[in-house]
Each structure stands twice: as C-alpha cells, then as structure tokens.
Nanobody
Framework: QIEFVESGGGLVQPGESLTLSCTHS???????IGWYRQDPGKPRELIAS???????NYADSIKGRFTIFRDTAKNTIYLRMSSLKSEDTAVYFC???????????WGRGAQVTVSP
C-alpha cells in the first residue's frame, strides 16, 4: 500500500462534529503529515499539519475548530472537526507534505458534507 487511506467522512449538520482518520502502511508517526481538503474546481489546500516532533499548525479557516492529533500505537493521524460549517464541505486527504508531488501517495479521500 503506497497511498494513504482516509476514513470517517460523512454527512453532518452545521455545528456537529466529525473525526477523520488517516493511515498508511509505513510508520507515519515518524513523518510530517498534513490534512488537505479540496472543493470541486478548486486546488487542494493544506489545512492542518503535525510534524514528527508533534508541532501542529492550522489554516486560519479552521483554527480553533479542528484539531490534528495522532495515535502512535495505531499508526494513525486524526483530524477532529468541530462546529462544522457548510463551507467545510469538501473531500479531505492526508499526505506527507514532502510526498505531495507524487500522485501515487494520494488516497481517495474522505467526503465530508455539511448540510442542514
């Protein structure tokens, strides 16, 4: 498995929460990992990242609402999304920021739809 695998997407109402999971066959806990999202017709954007050392960074659009964290035992990176808004509707992907130029690493993503 060379591509990342995202899961946990779904349909939720505004204000609700959702947690996405990101896994890979390699040890991604030892890597910098980012969560990206893409709306149809728009470029994919980096919204959250966590470094190997555990330092996190967030885009202004999701700061204070989303949290990126990891479970070392499960080799999984999570994105906890709270107070979801309709504008958060997108397909969410995870990847190593150093691997994004290689299409083989991109997974199918997780569709998140926020709608009343």
């Amino acid at each position: 498995q060379i591509e990342f695998v995202e899961s946990g997407g779904g349909l939720v109402q505004p204000g609700e929460s959702l947690t996405l999971s990101c896994t890979h066959s390699e040890n991604i806990i030892r890597r910098d990992i980012g969560w990206y999202r893409q709306d149809p017709g728009k470029p994919r954007e980096l919204i959250a990242s966590i470094t190997q050392a555990g330092r996190t960074n967030y885009a202004d659009s999701i700061k204070g609402r989303f949290t990126i964290f990891r479970d070392t035992a499960k080799n999984t990176i999570y994105l906890r999304m709270s107070s979801l808004k309709s504008e958060d509707t997108a397909v969410y992907f995870c990847n190593n920021p150093n691997w994004t130029s290689n299409p083989k690493y991109w997974g199918r993503g997780a569709q998140v739809t926020v709608s009343p």
